[in-house]
């Protein structure tokens, strides 16, 4: 399975955006999206279970950021709102195995990871 992460960029603070992320195929499991700013380790943003019933969101985005998906186009969206500079970071997003629905926080439960998009936030 190949991801793809596109839609970052620069954006004033309480700006928006909106990544993608593409997959070569059906993953039939949960899709998550991770950040890494420079120096800091890589950190859970959020995640979707396959149906999209399910989301989980870190705390520090909670109500700024949408996570969903459609799987019929294979892909997985995040949407941005009210940005802040201390959102800056590469956004990854990651695929678990091919069953494994249920969304997860822990980046080792992902398989499957993208490329990365920049996104900056300036003050």
């Known amino acids: 399975v190949q991801l793809q992460a596109s839609g970052g960029g620069l954006v004033q603070a309480g700006g928006s955006l909106r990544l993608s992320c593409a997959a070569s195929e059906r993953t039939f499991s949960s899709v998550g999206w991770f950040r890494q700013a420079p120096g800091k380790e890589r950190e859970f943003v959020a995640s979707?279970?396959?149906?999209?019933?399910?989301?989980y969101y870190a705390d520090s985005v909670k109500g700024r950021f949408t996570i969903s998906r459609d799987n019929a186009g294979n892909t997985v969206y995040l949407q941005m709102n009210s940005l802040k500079p201390e959102d800056t970071a590469i956004y990854y997003c990651?695929?678990?195995?091919?069953?494994?629905?249920?969304?997860?926080?822990?980046?080792?439960?992902?398989?499957?990871w993208g490329q990365g998009t920049q996104v900056t936030v300036s003050s």
């Open positions: 990651a695929a678990r195995n091919l069953y494994n629905v249920h969304v997860s926080p822990r980046v080792n439960d992902y398989a499957y």
């Open positions: 979707i279970s396959w149906s999209g019933g399910s989301t």
